[in-house]
């Protein structure tokens, strides 16, 4: 009787075992089938973000026509010949700001620096409030 019992449990384990594969590729080819002849998917591609291309668009939304930005390296500078010391700093906030807005800034715009002049005269050599690590960032 003993046999009896051990063969009935290998025979359910066998069944269940082959429920279980059956399962298995039943699943497989309904994921198959399902993406027979369709498309591939894209991937999402990463795209570097023109920060110089986001200031200038505010600058000329603004009307600060005289102004005009540029990166170098991870330096975002505005230049240009304001007509006065209020529309220097209007234009540079405005330049700045616009970047600021987007997050993705954080890392890959780490100083922002004012180089207008006023009336065709340059500005004292002070650094501006936003541009944060100075006239030397690598100086300790």
Request: aromatic letters at 4%; glycine letters at 12%.
């Amino acid at each position: 009787m003993a046999d009896g019992k051990k063969r009935r449990k290998q025979l359910a384990a066998m069944c269940a075992g082959g429920v279980a594969v059956f399962g298995v590729v039943c699943a497989a080819a309904v994921v198959v089938a399902a993406g027979a002849g369709s498309a591939p998917t894209a991937v999402a591609e990463t795209t570097a973000t023109d920060w110089a291309a986001m200031a200038n668009g505010a600058l000329d939304a603004d009307g600060f026509d005289f102004a005009s930005a540029t990166m170098d390296g991870k330096v975002l500078t505005i230049t240009g010949d304001a007509p006065d010391a209020a529309g220097r700093e209007a234009a540079y906030a405005a330049g700045i700001d616009a970047v600021k807005a987007d997050r993705k800034h954080v890392g890959e715009v780490l100083a922002f620096a004012n180089a207008m002049t006023v009336a065709g005269a340059a500005v004292a050599s002070v650094p501006d409030a936003a541009s944060a690590l100075g006239e030397e960032p690598g100086a300790e």
